[in-house]
């Protein structure tokens, strides 16, 4: 990935009208790209995506993908230049065609119900204050980034189980990933889609009406729909309950440190977002349908930038190829995406 971009940003480098005009580069010339999308393909595509990206129009995918690198030409441009935090770069969904892209998604929007309302009136709203910064990574309780595939629009499944992972490794001291195929499989009698998306609180009301949830070894990922199968054991049942916390990212921020890892929606289908590779998300034009689920795992300041940055860290299910080894830190403060607008947890 940083490996196209080098070659990319080099090319762009060479040429001293890019240099001069900083907000317009040059279109790069075709064989150039071609020799990008050539890389591009020895890196990427194989197995299942090689089908999409060998039987689609081929000249097609080469636009697309001249498309995207001038986008991401002038995002590297931009940070550079310090007008933007973060840096973009490619990945496996480059060639896609935007319906394809959203197969990274699969919230499919947000709703709020509790599932018991006299439980949750005694459930706390605000918090006590956090420290300044906080990452629940470095506590144990979080689990290895995860991929939920080319295919599969479960983000939901991987962001509430996040969350439930932390719960369970704060109450019991056992860290382990929790079975995301289960709920893609099983959670459809309570309004999810499986691969076509679902929503962070019916996932959490599966968990909590059935017998919790399997570990991942248990009930392995495959990213597709299957048929719901409970035939081993199940682990452990733990969820009792989940809620929902709102107000501003200060109670945001005290939430997180004073329970642990959050499910939250955001906006999440930006090309800037699809192809961030590192640096703290800030572009302004995120606004439109919470689509994406994500875990809040931590927060902090840069204190390079003048003013400082405050920023969250948050786990994706784009593998650790994607972002910061899988994660991404985006601005806190101005409810960026809508990061702060849903957000849930489980209680057990
Ligand atoms: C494209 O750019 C490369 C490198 O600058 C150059 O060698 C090549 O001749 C150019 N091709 C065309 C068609 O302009
Ligand atoms: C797709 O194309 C790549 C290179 O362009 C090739 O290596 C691969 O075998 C092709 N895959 C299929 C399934 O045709
Ligand atoms: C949880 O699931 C039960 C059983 O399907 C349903 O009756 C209830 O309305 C659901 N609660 C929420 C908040 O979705
Ligand atoms: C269900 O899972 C068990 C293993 O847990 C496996 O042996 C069995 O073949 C599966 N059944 C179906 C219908 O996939
Ligand atoms: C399920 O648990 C019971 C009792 O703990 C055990 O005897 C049985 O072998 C387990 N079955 C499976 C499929 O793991
Ligand atoms: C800036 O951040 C670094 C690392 O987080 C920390 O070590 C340093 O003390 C901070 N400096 C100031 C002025 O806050
Ligand atoms: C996103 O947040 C803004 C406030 O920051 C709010 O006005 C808007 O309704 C939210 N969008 C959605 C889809 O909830």
């Not at 393909?41 to 498309?67: C, D, H, M, P, Q």
């Not at 918090?127 to 990574?137: G, T």
């Not at 195929?181 to 968990?207: A, H, L, R």
């Not at 107000?247 to 440190?257: I, Q, T």
Request: glycine share 8%.
């Amino acid at each position: 990935m940083k490996f196209f971009v080098f070659t990319f940003m080099t090319i762009f480098c060479l040429l001293p009208a890019t240099i001069k005009a900083q907000n317009a580069p040059n279109t790069p010339n075709d064989s150039i790209i071609s020799n990008i999308f050539e890389q591009w393909k020895t890196k990427y595509v194989k197995g299942k995506t090689a089908n999409i990206v060998n039987s689609s129009n081929s000249n097609a995918a080469f636009e697309r993908l001249k498309k995207l690198l001038m986008s991401i030409s002038k995002q590297n441009i931009r940070n550079g230049a310090k007008k933007s935090l973060f840096k973009m770069a490619l990945n496996i969904r480059a060639t896609d065609d935007e319906t394809t892209r959203r197969k990274w998604n699969g919230l499919i929007s947000t709703s709020y119900g509790l599932i018991d309302q006299v439980q949750t009136k005694a459930l706390p709203m605000s918090f006590p204050p956090a420290p300044k910064s906080w990452d629940w990574r470095q506590q144990g309780l979080v689990t290895n980034v995860e991929d939920q595939g080319y295919y599969c629009g479960s983000c939901y499944a991987f962001a509430s189980s996040c969350a439930l992972e932390g719960q369970v490794a704060k109450k019991y001291g056992i860290l382990k990933s929790l079975s995301k195929q289960q709920i893609v499989d099983c959670s459809k009698p309570y309004g999810n889609f499986g691969c076509d998306g679902g929503y962070i609180d019916k996932s959490f009301n599966y968990t909590y009406r059935n017998p919790g949830l399997f570990a991942e070894a248990d009930y392995p990922y495959a990213g597709i729909d299957q048929n719901c199968n409970l035939t081993s054991n199940f682990s452990k049942s733990f969820l009792v309950n989940y809620n929902f916390i709102q107000g501003d990212e200060e109670n945001l921020k005290r939430a997180l440190y004073a329970i642990g890892p959050l499910s939250v929606g955001m906006i999440g289908s930006f090309e800037s977002f699809y192809f961030y590779s590192e640096g703290i998300y800030d572009d302004a034009t995120c606004t439109g349908k919470i689509d994406h689920a994500v875990c809040l795992v931590g927060y902090g300041t840069d204190n390079t930038t003048s003013p400082p940055t405050d920023y969250w860290i948050v786990k994706n299910s784009w593998s650790s190829d994607w972002g910061e080894n899988g994660y991404f830190r985006i601005l806190r403060g101005s409810n960026m995406c809508n990061i702060s607008t849903y957000v849930a947890y489980p209680i057990i």
